[in-house]
């Protein structure tokens, strides 16, 4: 099947600092990819739909200019967390659409923000 | 955000039995639904999809069942083996102008050896 990677897959950081991370569609291309936020023991929480070439689409309630989205090209979308905190800990999860069957995801990139 | 619930039910079956996992859907214009693996630390991984004209679909060893009266999605493992502890999520296609999917709250099971 279709892959997806994100990196890094874990990543420390102190409070006040950004982190970026970055999602990849590896032998595909993707045009519309989405980022998925979860806390332990919760289900996937839709954060925002990232737009190759376009603004990013956030669902309610989710800060765009905390979480920046950039799509820069058809196999690449990034997720900075800007001015972390801890409350920002949790596991981040791309996905992608390929060829408009079926959606597939990365592995997740945990963050833990002291 | 988006999401369906914030509990994590949990089910335990005997090794070699067979375990259903049940969903219930809120949206009646999705058509498209899926379930999805997530064992721990790891990204969810497809088992299994349904498109809204079909009532049932089988795959290996997994069967999934959809109700579109009741809103309502199964997922069924034959033979039930100690691999298949993880989380299950359902999921769903709103049909939106980017097919959003829209997870379920989740169903951890556990296989008793």
């Known amino acids: 099947g279709a892959v997806v990677s994100q990196h890094p897959s874990r990543v420390i950081c102190k409070s006040g600092t950004s982190v970026k991370i970055e999602c990849r569609s590896l032998?595909?291309?993707?045009?519309?990819m989405f980022w998925y936020r979860q806390f332990p023991k919760q289900s996937l929480m839709l954060m925002a739909t990232?737009?190759?070439?376009?603004?990013?689409?956030?669902e309610q309630g989710v800060e765009k200019d905390k979480f920046l989205i950039n799509h820069a090209s058809l196999t690449l979308s990034t997720l900075t967390v800007t001015s972390a905190h801890p409350e920002d800990s949790s596991f981040y999860i791309c996905?992608?659409?390929?060829?408009?069957?079926?959606?597939?995801f990365g592995p997740g990139t945990r963050l833990l923000v002291l | 955000g988006e999401s369906v619930g914030l509990h994590l039910p949990t089910l335990s079956v005997q090794e070699g039995d067979n375990s259903i996992i049940n969903c219930a859907y809120s949206?009646?214009?999705?058509?498209?639904f899926i379930w999805y693996k997530q064992e721990s630390g790891k990204g969810p991984q497809f088992i299994i999809d349904?498109?809204?004209?079909?009532d049932k679909r089988q795959g290996q060893r997994v069967t999934v069942l959809l109700n579109k009266t009741v809103k309502h999605l199964s997922l069924q493992i034959a033979a039930t083996q100690p691999g298949d502890s993880a989380v299950y999520f359902c999921?769903?296609?709103?049909?939106?102008?980017?097919?959003?999917?829209?997870f379920g709250p989740g169903t951890s099971l556990s296989v008793i050896p």
């Open positions: 949206n009646s214009a999705s058509d498209y």
């Open positions: 990232s737009n190759e070439g376009s603004k990013a689409t956030y």
């Open positions: 032998d595909f291309q993707a045009t519309t």
């Open positions: 349904i498109r809204s004209n079909m």
């Open positions: 996905s992608a659409w390929y060829q408009r069957e079926t959606q597939y």
């Open positions: 999921a769903e296609d709103r049909k939106t102008s980017y097919d959003k999917v829209i």
